[in-house]
């Protein structure tokens, strides 16, 4: 309750909806406990080679072929989490590439 009011009835719900649908899509209904093993192998590649290129073209490779793989089976939910799995493995790569041209 937001001021004796429900947060679904709150005007702000409106703008933020987006992101709490996204925010039910990955947690909601037990979908992150797919990912957990993408995180774990995706920590052990940088762990083992301290290279965070490699882990950051694993999270896009793995988060790729699980996307197209859960869109065609036709289970969207599964698709939008693996695809931001692989955007974040694209910012990861874009910042660590960014980060070594510098130093």
Not at 21 to 36: C, D, E, K, T, W
Not at 70 to 93: D, K, Q, R
């Amino acid at each position: 309750m937001i001021n004796g009011t429900e947060f679904v009835n709150n005007p702000w719900n409106t703008t933020f909806s987006p992101f709490t649908n996204l925010f039910q899509i990955i947690f909601g209904n037990g979908n992150v406990f797919y990912l957990v093993p993408l995180i774990a192998l995706t920590i052990g590649i940088y762990y083992k080679t301290d290279e965070p290129v490699l882990a950051s073209l694993f999270m896009i490779g793995s988060g790729g072929i699980l996307s197209l793989g859960t869109f065609f089976a036709g289970v969207e939910t599964l698709g939008i989490m693996f695809t931001i799995f692989a955007a974040i493995g694209i910012a990861v790569l874009v910042i660590s590439l960014i980060m070594q041209t510098r130093s």
